[in-house]
């Protein structure tokens, strides 16, 4: 068997050490020593699931979820321990703040699904070693469109007012996704070719952290770009609210960002440092520009616009990744980068105004999530997603480790019998 050991010393694949150690000081080598971190109390937990069974050990992740820990009898101490710090909520969240906060954002539920796709999902393929595990887990490229079903229902149960509370839907949906990199790790570590001399852990801390920035700062900023700004205090519960949620996933409070400046600085570093994009980031940003992005564009335009759908979306990719990453991706070049740079500040100007009537927001709110609930119907049709995460997907195609599927098939444990109902 081949020896998966990883290595102390910073992953091969990484860029420009010496130049994040002196900009970034001691984040830097914070940042740099999590590449060979994982998770300890989730990867504790599933490494118990060969003597569990993988059906039962989720079974009983799902109970204590919805009925609390003391509701599973036969716990595991791995699992005790999992959720006495998921139990424990820090005192620095106040879920009816954040709800109150964020109780207008799906006005611009249009803009957000393009920015789901084009800013922080798309910026998230830059990075070949973070991406790996997409790959070698061989279901991104084949169902772009399934994939991005999966995590927009998480998005939108964790932000449904109420959506962090302990027996919500998006705390359940959070842990699974926790639990999730966590066998995805495990299975990736045992495997000869995963290289951890050149990537370090398979969903290591420092790239999990990073995903706070995916889903709080780049959005934000891409939303800005296209003329959808949000209130100053909506951006604040974001940060706080993705803050509360790298806790719940399991991000160490040395890496973990509290606001916008931490964010940043993460994201600097992350880009600084990141390794090359090679042709596996390429397929993915040509699959979900394809399967997803150009839909979404054609859905919020006029017909005879549709033809124009993959420039626009690769002008809005260009604006929101900027030219050295784009060129990298071989996203096209497009005069219509201009015009996006344009009219992002023009509507801007026009949906600030709107905002300072305050009387406009819970009507132009209303439609956002009528909008949203259309959208998620005909994402969910198109692609026949029933279900939520990929822990209760379907079985059959290529194995995933989140399934309790084997190398050479599915598992026994991934019958329909033991598989989760989905909760969407």
Known sequence: MADTTVPASVPTSLRRLDEARTRFGSFAATYLDAMHDGDPLA?????EFDSLGHGRAMRMLRTACREGIDAVPDAPASLRDLFAQLDA???????????????????????????????SLVSGYANSAASRPLEMTGRYVEDAGARTVEVASWLIAVNEPGGLERL?????????VRVIHALVRADLTRRPDWDGAAWGVPICQAYLAYTLVEFALIPLRASRDIGAPYLPHEEAASYARWRYLG?????DETLLPRDRAEQERLEAVYLMTRPPVDDFCRRLVASINADFLVAEIEGITPRPLHR??????????????????????AIPRTRLVGVVRRVGPALGLVNTALDRASVTLAPRARLGRRYQER??????????????????????????????????????????????????
């Open 43 to 47: 990867d504790a937990f599933v490494a």
């Open 89 to 119: 909520t820090p005192d620095w969240v106040d879920t009816a703040r954040l709800d109150h906060d964020s109780r207008f954002v799906s006005r611009y539920t249009r803009q957000a699904g393009i920015v789901l796709g084009a800013a």
């Open 168 to 176: 919500s839907p998006g705390f359940e949906l959070t842990v699974r």
């Open 247 to 251: 806790h719940l996933l399991g991000i």
């Open 308 to 329: 124009w759908a993959p420039t626009a979306v690769h002008a809005l990719e260009r604006v929101f990744l900027g030219d050295e990453i784009a060129d990298e991706l």
């Open 375 to 424: 959208q998620d119907a005909r994402l969910r049709r198109d692609w026949g997603v029933r279900h939520d995460l990929v822990d209760a997907s379907p079985g059959g195609g290529r194995p995933h480790p989140a399934r309790g599927d084997t190398v050479d098939g599915p598992a026994q444990s991934s019958s329909s019998e033991s598989r989760p109902r989905s909760i969407a």
